[in-house]
């Protein structure tokens, strides 16, 4: 990667403590115990997308008329784009599940779009963050097939209509396959927030040192953002249906 | 060979994967393109197959992108 002036464009990943490091014990140095946790950038722009979902979900349905106002109207939208997806994708059992992947969905889009604000930090660029939400959604899943189906879940495993020969190739193929779906969930989401936001560093990086002709660089980097916006709705969508997938998986058997 | 010599190569060729992306993504929009021009009352059907084929198959350019990182700057 281009280090122009030392300055790398991984740098913008770095988890950084706002206000000293927790669980430090005192030192004759510094003789006041730190606090337990520690408050570091990521948690605050965790916090901040939490309270901004929740904002407008809260104040946009504060005064709920049967025709809505324009926030009214962007809260229904979001309701019923989940709602519309979990229909679609899981049927009518469900609807039990909507909580779930509607604080899902918001989340990963809030995070993903508070990234694109200048001197920000995404939290989603963490393969730390991306692999516990996919690993709550696969770890959630599979204990929800046990749930419903007991040890029949495992039937998942051999399709219906295999002639028994191939059974022994098959079965470990098709575990294999779902045990890489947490890692595949985990990694895109993680891998296109951080390939994004370092390919748009490093043109950025090339706006200044050119001059005159940085308008180049400029007019790509304008593009990208773009590009970045609608991949950060997009990331968060294919997160949630396939979600949506693997729970429609774990309660209908294929 | 020098280990830094080695990197290289190799993030170069972990990046040589990308033409099978290329290709898929290519074929996905022709694919979309064909069939909204064919029966243009289909395309809301196909939209939502469209951007999911998309993001998977760029998930797999980014696996690539993934991998050739890992080797320029892990090992």
Redesign the interface.
């Known amino acids: 990667m281009a280090a122009e002036g030392g300055h790398s464009p991984l740098e913008q990943f770095v988890v950084k403590a706002l206000g000293g490091h927790g669980g430090a014990m005192p030192t004759p140095d510094a003789p006041v115990a730190m606090p337990f946790y520690t408050f570091t950038n990521s948690a605050l722009f965790m916090t901040l997308a939490v309270v901004l979902v929740t904002a407008f979900l809260v104040l946009g349905m504060r005064r709920a008329a049967l025709v809505p106002s324009r926030w009214q109207c962007l809260a229904e939208i979001s309701y019923e784009f989940i709602g519309n997806m979990i229909r679609d994708n899981v049927g009518h059992d469900g609807r039990k599940y909507f909580p779930f992947i509607f604080t899902l969905f918001m989340f990963v889009f809030a995070g993903n779009i508070l990234g694109m604000m200048p001197y920000s930090f995404t939290y989603t660029s963490h393969i730390v963050v991306t692999f516990a939400l996919a690993a709550v959604v696969f770890v959630g899943v599979t204990l929800i097939g046990f749930a419903k189906h007991g040890l029949h879940f495992l039937s998942f495993f051999l399709p219906s209509g295999v002639p028994v020969v191939m059974a022994p190739l098959l079965i470990p193929i098709e575990i294999l396959s779902y045990f890489t779906r947490p890692v595949s969930l985990a990694l895109r989401l993680f891998a296109n927030m951080t390939a994004g936001h370092t390919m748009l560093k490093v043109f950025a990086s090339f706006i200044a040192p050119l001059g005159v002709v940085g308008v180049v660089p400029l007019a790509l980097v304008i593009g990208l953002a773009g590009l970045e916006f609608i991949i950060a709705f997009l990331q968060a969508y294919v997160f949630t249906i396939l979600s949506c997938v693997y729970l429609n998986d774990a309660l209908h058997l294929h | 060979m020098e280990v830094a010599a080695a990197k290289l190569i190799g993030a170069g060729l972990a990046v040589i994967g990308l033409g099978g992306v290329g290709a898929g993504i290519g074929n996905i929009f022709a694919s979309m393109i064909t069939a909204g021009t064919r029966n243009p009352s289909a395309i809301p059907t196909v939209q939502g197959f469209m951007?999911?084929g998309?993001?998977?198959v760029?998930?797999v350019a980014?696996?690539a992108?993934?991998i050739a990182l890992l080797v320029l700057f892990v090992f």
Do not use: H, N, R
């Open positions: 951007w999911i998309f993001a998977l760029e998930a980014l696996y992108l993934l």
